[in-house]
């Protein structure tokens, strides 16, 4: 298996549904896959491709080879089953991976590419390519694309929402079977890494937080969930030879409250998306976000 290189963006777990937040564009219109966009191929987009090859999205399927045991379990929790969790028909694959339409009950390969971002290709890729490059955003190919399924990533506004319905989550069900939250993402930084397949240099604009702050707004707060897993058990079961046999462990059991975590909350708490954190944050200034966060949990529930 190729050496998974160090992912960059959050540590992307088993982010179920991918584009949550998106139009449900996927069931109108054909994947391709990368090899259909450009991939070995010398067309409009094979430098892009380049890119890719070497990007941290290639390598989403094989992270989750690397940690399987991890994986299956929160995939487990989540009621996916480890047993289908690298189906192309898992909600897993929807975001970890590009599944290629009538591939859905295969175990996916590929990693995230062209189509997770910039839509399915089956309708638009011919299309796409009538028209002038001169004439930039109103090329007629690139109009007529965005009618037949390829989402306007120019569009800031777009461009984070797509991003978000990755690399936020904010379901209880995932979060309480381990699923990171995706929480303190850095979005100008995970611009500027897949802005190296642009033709042009990103921009201050192209790093703007705002669109990501109101996507993350649209999408809702993440809960705060005091959880906390059982301790497995071994359990023995008699062999055919006579002698004892011992069989994996059921998964931890997720239940409420921590007794390391004294809190209990018996009223709703609302709190809003974490404050993002720049990457020059120093350790102090990160802590004092956590401090501020505790203090206002500790609020809501009427500690002092």
Same mark, same amino acid.
């Given at each position: 298996?190729? =050496? ?53 999205? #290639? ?5 989750? *080879? ?20 690298? !189906? ?5 694959? #929807? ?7 009538? !591939? ?19 309708? *638009? ?31 800031? =506004? ?11 989550? !904010? ?33 201050? =604009? ?7 702050? #109101?996507?993350?707004? =649209? ?47 018996? #009223? ?37």
């Amino acid at each position: 298996m190729t =050496k998974v290189k160090k992912i960059l963006f959050v540590p992307i777990l088993i982010v179920a549904g991918i584009l949550m937040t998106a139009p449900d564009i996927f069931s109108q219109h054909s994947t391709i896959g990368p090899g259909g966009c450009g991939l070995g191929q010398s067309n409009c987009h094979a430098a892009d491709n380049d890119w890719w090859k070497d990007d941290d999205h #290639k390598f989403t399927v094989e992270s989750i *080879y690397e940690d399987f045991d991890r994986y299956s379990l929160i995939a487990d929790r989540a009621g996916v089953g480890a047993d289908k969790m690298m !189906n192309g028909s898992s909600d897993c694959m #929807k975001c970890h991976a590009t599944v290629v339409s009538g !591939n859905e009950a295969d175990e996916v390969e590929e990693g995230v590419s062209c189509e997770s971002c910039h839509g399915p290709g089956g309708g *638009y890729k011919d299309p796409h390519q009538t028209g002038e490059a001169k004439d930039g955003y109103q090329r007629t190919g690139y109009l007529e694309g965005l009618k037949l399924g390829m989402f306007e990533m120019s569009n800031l =506004k777009v461009r984070a929402e797509v991003c978000v319905g990755c690399h936020y989550i !904010n379901d209880e069900k995932l979060i309480r079977a381990g699923h990171p939250t995706g929480d303190g993402f850095g979005y100008a930084k995970g611009i500027r890494q897949v802005s190296q397949h642009w033709d042009r240099e990103s921009t201050s =604009k192209d790093k703007d937080k705002k669109p990501f702050r #109101k996507a993350v707004e =649209k999408r809702g707060p993440i809960p705060m969930l005091a959880v906390t897993a059982q301790p497995r058990t071994q359990t023995s079961t008699a062999s055919s030879s006579g002698g004892t046999a011992r069989r994996s462990p059921p998964p931890p059991r997720i239940i409420a409250g921590d007794p390391f975590f004294p809190l209990k909350a018996t #009223k709703k708490i609302t709190l809003g998306p974490f404050p993002l954190v720049s990457d020059s944050a120093s350790i102090d200034e990160i802590l004092l976000i956590l401090k501020k966060r505790l203090e206002l949990i500790y609020k809501q529930l009427g500690k002092k």
